[in-house]
């Protein structure tokens, strides 16, 4: 399942990255001397050179192979669905904006270790939310196009949901994670991040 997984992502980012190199539009965004990532596409003898607002050329760049979810499983007491962790463990990079046939989603993904960090947190304080709330835990992955709802895997069966922020998510999406990513479509509305 992971395996499909990686390669249905692999395939939605490099695709992403042909639509938006077609045409001369380049995958922009301006440069942070405080939030490096391995996605900006200059050399190290560069980064001393670039001033802060500077538009950079960015790729999704692949994280160490001993990036993972520990630090969410152990605080939420819970495994961590290997889907999710193949998701959020692949990639460096920006928001990956997709397509669906009912409308436009993000993929969260983390820029650099830091953001990784504040992405857990935040997976932490939503599934704290959920068990408040006494509703299924379910850690989210993507925004959509409509503010107050969002894409998430639910945690005890691994399908992906359409959930409304602080309700019982009802609509199945999908019964796994890579099915859902190989049914997207890249758009190229927010190549310049």
Request: with cysteine; hydrophobic share 40%; charged share 25%.
């Amino acid at each position: 399942m992971t395996n499909q997984l990686v390669d249905n992502l692999d395939n939605f980012i490099n695709s992403y990255i042909d639509l938006v190199g077609n045409d001369n539009r380049q995958m922009v965004t301006e440069f942070d001397a405080d939030w490096l990532s391995p996605c900006i596409q200059v050399s190290e003898a560069e980064l001393s050179s670039i001033d802060d607002g500077t538009e950079v050329y960015w790729a999704p760049s692949l994280q160490p192979k001993n990036t993972h979810l520990g630090d969410l499983a152990k605080a939420l007491e819970v495994d961590i669905d290997p889907q999710l962790e193949a998701l959020f463990c692949r990639y460096y990079s920006h928001d990956l904006p997709a397509q669906t046939d009912r409308g436009e989603l993000d993929i969260l993904q983390a820029w650099n270790k830091d953001d990784f960090e504040r992405l857990q947190k935040n997976l932490i304080s939503h599934v704290l939310m959920k068990r408040r709330l006494k509703q299924p835990e379910t850690l989210f992955f993507a925004t959509t196009d409509q503010d107050d709802f969002i894409i998430s895997l639910e945690v005890a069966s691994g399908n992906v949901m359409l959930e409304q922020v602080g309700k019982i998510p009802t609509e199945v999406l999908a019964s796994d994670l890579a099915s859902f990513i190989k049914a997207l479509r890249p758009r190229d509305a927010v190549a310049r991040l």
